[in-house]
């Protein structure tokens, strides 16, 4: 994944996680990843995120993984 790419996942992932006020660790638990994974996309130190992970992750924001990785979200 580029870094333009990854940044707005990361700019998207922080938006619609304040907007719906979940904790990190909630997060983690409704998508039923660790922790741990999670802090890695935050701070870009993955460079290829799974797809499965990128669909918990969306499914728990109530969103689409597309939707995570476009610069339109508002």
Avoid: H, Y
């Avoid at 994974?37 to 499965?52: G, M």
């Amino acid at each position: 994944m580029n870094v333009e790419i990854m940044g707005q996942l990361v700019k998207n992932i922080q938006k619609r996680r304040k907007i719906q006020s979940l904790s990190m660790d909630k997060l983690c638990k409704l998508a039923k990843i660790p922790s741990s994974t999670l802090q890695k996309i935050l701070r870009q130190k993955v460079q290829d995120s799974r797809v499965s992970t990128l669909e918990a992750i969306a499914e728990a924001l109530g969103c689409s993984v597309g939707e995570l990785l476009t610069p339109s979200f508002k």
